[in-house]
């Protein structure tokens, strides 16, 4: 049973940093793609950032390039996503996602498997 939770959200002001984690069990693959997805009321869901596994590249959203970065700790089955220089328009629900079939496109929803409950970001 595969279980993705995350934290680490919260209401910042705008310029300050937050970093959100995501909580890895029953994923035992190492052929994962992740990726960390937002959702602001009203509007799609975005893909953010996105890895393929251990020592991967890592991808992102042109609108967070230079200010998030995504990192993996296999070790904690953790994904994390550190958030500098936040603005308001990063305001959002933000969910982690995993797809044991790796390959694909990072920022295609449709094609994770997994999804956590998500976790609220408000920048003010």
């Known amino acids: 049973h595969v279980q993705l939770v995350e934290s680490g959200g919260g209401s910042v002001q705008a310029g300050g940093s937050l970093r959100l984690s995501c909580t890895a069990s029953g994923v035992t693959s190492e052929h994962i793609c992740w990726g960390w997805f937002r959702q602001a009321p009203g509007k799609k869901r975005e893909g953010v950032a996105g890895?393929?596994?251990?020592?991967?590249?890592?991808y992102y959203a042109d609108s967070v390039k230079g200010r998030f970065t995504i990192s993996l700790d296999n070790a904690k089955n953790t994904l994390y996503l550190q958030m500098n220089e936040l603005k308001p328009d990063d305001t959002a629900m933000y969910y982690c996602?995993?797809?044991?079939?790796?390959?694909?496109?990072?920022?295609?929803?449709?094609?994770?498997?997994?999804w956590g409950h998500g976790t609220q970001v408000t920048v003010s």
């Open positions: 996602a995993a797809d044991p079939r790796g390959g694909g496109y990072w920022y295609a929803a449709g094609r994770y498997t997994y």
């Open positions: 890895l393929y596994g251990p020592g991967t590249g890592t």
